[in-house]
């Protein structure tokens, strides 16, 4: 069955920390995998990747996919409140055209 | 990044009564719609996928007698919940794609059955 897993559930920090998301992932037909950032609302988009070891970057944050692992990571350098969310991660399946959630992060920045 | 609307954004209905929940991509056509249900502290559920003119194809578990998916046009999808109950409040979220495509997100709609 295809799984997503993320880690931390839960994380606490203070503004100017780096902090690293975890998400590992077991799908079938992968095609690629998504991290989204929710707040009050619906999820919005961060990052797709696709290829192994292609590092993306938008400001502060930055992400990498590892296909041999089955595992990729977010980065976020000089967090800000702003930055408090919850953080999914997803795995999209060629195969189904579904996105397969993880249990997101949900990361708390202290002023 | 692509724009996707839902509406209402909240609704409150009585037990008992149908309500419908509107998703629609602003600037692109979507092939495919998802609706996903998601309970507090929890993440996103897909309920059902749903093609453009064809009929939607549900997750196991989710009645599609109680969820009524139309995707009539490249555009719009809606939701129904028919009959709704209290156990029906959650927050319902769409999703558009084009093709391949990554999938962008509505801003979801929250319901309450009272």
């Known amino acids: 069955e295809d799984k997503v897993v993320q880690s931390p559930l839960s994380l606490v920090v203070h503004e100017g920390d780096t902090v690293t998301l975890n998400c590992s992932y077991e799908v079938t037909n992968f095609r690629s995998l998504l991290w989204y950032k929710q707040e009050k609302k619906a999820p919005t988009f961060l990052f797709m990747l696709t290829s192994s070891g292609i590092e993306k970057k938008s400001g502060r944050l930055s992400s990498i996919l590892d296909k041999k692992e089955l595992f990729s990571i977010l980065n976020i350098t000089a967090t800000q409140t702003g930055d408090s969310a919850v953080y999914l991660c997803?795995?999209?399946?060629?195969?189904?055209?579904?996105?397969?959630f993880g249990q997101g992060t949900t990361l708390q920045v202290k002023p | 990044g692509a724009v996707v609307s839902q509406h209402p954004s909240r609704v409150i209905c009585k037990s008992g009564t149908s309500v419908k929940i509107e998703c629609r991509s602003l600037d692109f056509q979507a092939t495919t719609m998802f609706w996903y249900r998601q309970f507090p502290k929890q993440s996103l559920m897909l309920m059902a996928t749903?093609?453009?003119?064809?009929?939607?194809?549900?997750e196991q578990g989710v009645e599609k007698d109680k969820f009524l998916i139309n995707h009539a046009s490249l555009t719009l999808s809606t939701l129904t919940v028919t009959s709704a109950h209290p156990e029906d409040s959650s927050f319902y979220i769409c999703?558009?794609?084009?093709?391949?495509?990554?999938?962008?997100f509505g801003p979801g709609t929250r319901l309450l059955v009272l």
């Open positions: 999703s558009a794609r084009f093709l391949e495509e990554t999938q962008y």
């Open positions: 997803a795995g999209d399946s060629s195969n189904t055209g579904k996105l397969i």
């Open positions: 749903s093609n453009e003119g064809s009929k939607a194809t549900y």
